[in-house]
Each structure stands twice: as C-alpha cells, then as structure tokens.
T-cell receptor, first 117, second 117 residues
C-alpha cells in the first residue's frame, strides 16, 4: 500500500546533541511537510518542500533544517536540540491539485516522538 | 490571519450513540476548505471528511457528517453509531482555496474523544 513512513518512531537525544528524523513516501507526491506537535497543541508547520523548492515558515527556529535528496525522502535535522524541542514530529505529503493551483489533502506519517533530555 | 477554535478539549460518548464535536473558525476569505482529521493513539492522522465552502450541502462519509454554517463560521462533526475504533484525537482544519501556490493548513488544538463500551 502507498504510504508515508517515518523513522524512528521514538527517539531520545541529549540536550545539544544533533538528531535527524527521516520520512519516506511511496505516494510519489511532489510536496512534503514537517510539522511539530507538542502535547495538547495543534500541529505547527515548520517547513515544506515543493519538489526541491524549500519553503520555511517565518517562525521556524534556525535550529531546524531540512533536506530532500529525492522525491521519496525528506529529513528533519535539529542541530542543537533544546528541552523545548521535545514533541511529536509529523511528516506529511500532498500533490498539487491539477487545474486550480491549490495543494491537495495531506497524507500523514505516524510521527516520530522525540524526547530531549 | 485565519484561526480555528475547538472549545471541547475532551468528549465522551457511549458506544452506538451519537456525538457532535464543535469547531469554529475565523477568516476573511470567501472560498476555502474545511477538514476533520482523526489521530488515533500512536497512529497516523487521517482525513475523515472535507467540506468545500462554496457547497451548501453538508458533506457525509458513512457514519460521519458535518453541519457547516458558513455565516456563523461553524463546522461541527457528527459521529453516529459510535464505535470503539472512533476513540481518537479529532482536529478541525482550514485551508484557503486560492489558486497560484501553496495554501497553508491551519489546525485547531483538537478534541479528545473517548468511546465508552
């Protein structure tokens, strides 16, 4: 089945130690997103890729970076994690809706739960 | 800026009964999409139902239906014949439908639904 896969599902890291989260998709969607979701809060968009075009949200800290080496894979790098970065990180994909220029519904992965100690 | 408000942090329903989850939103746009997403514990978020603002008819998907009141900017989700598998976090979301590029999805903070056997 076509799907969005995230690895690892759970990650524990130490304060200041870089960490990389992985997302892959078999849907062949041209858009990939990273969200941060803290407990009892709405998912917060960090950035997204439209093909290789990177789009950062204005309030995303510089500590968060992303790479998309090909259509299928996208990585979230946290260069120096702080205690406040403990959260669920969600990857999602979508495709450009033909004719309208609007992006279609997003398909989500199961998330990576990151704990910073 | 668009906002999405879910005023019920938690709800519970008896199995086989009906429950309604509330959502209100604020926007100056005339055309947009509204969504309800379901996020079961430790599983990925999935789209439950979608409503296009220009359509007056309320969307329905099997046991799930919405009550869309455009003038009141209200978008509630009704779950009929509730099942144990309906227990999850439910997020209301909004997206403008302007053409010409990426349109950001705004999520509410969610309502946790408990289904009692």
């Amino acid at each position: 089945d076509a799907m969005v896969i995230q690895n690892p599902r759970y990650q524990v890291t130490q304060f200041g130690k870089p960490v990389t989260l992985s997302c892959s998709q078999t849907l062949n969607h041209n858009v990939m997103y990273w969200y941060q979701q803290k407990s009892s809060q709405a998912p917060k968009l960090l950035f997204h890729y439209y093909d290789k075009d990177f789009n950062n949200e204005a309030d995303t800290p510089d500590n968060f970076q992303s790479r998309r080496p090909n259509t299928s894979f996208c990585f979230l790098d946290i260069r120096s994690p702080g205690l406040g970065d403990t959260a669920m990180y969600l990857c999602a994909t979508s495709t450009l809706l033909e004719g309208s220029g609007s992006y279609n519904e997003q398909f989500f992965g199961p998330g990576t739960r990151l704990t910073v100690l | 800026a668009q906002t999405v408000t879910q005023s019920q942090p938690e709800m519970s329903v008896q199995e086989a009964e009906t429950v309604t989850l509330s959502c209100t939103y604020d926007t100056s746009e005339s055309d947009y999409y509204l969504f309800w997403y379901k996020q079961p514990p430790s599983r990925q978020m999935i789209l439950v139902i979608r409503q296009e603002a220009y359509k007056q008819q309320n969307a329905t998907e099997n046991r799930f239906s919405v009550n869309f009141q455009k003038a009141a900017k209200s978008f509630s989700l009704k779950i009929s014949d509730s099942q144990l598998g309906d227990a999850a976090m439910y997020f209301c979301a909004y997206r403008p439908s302007r053409s010409g590029g990426y349109q950001k999805v705004t999520f509410g903070i969610g309502t946790k639904l408990q289904v009692i056997p």
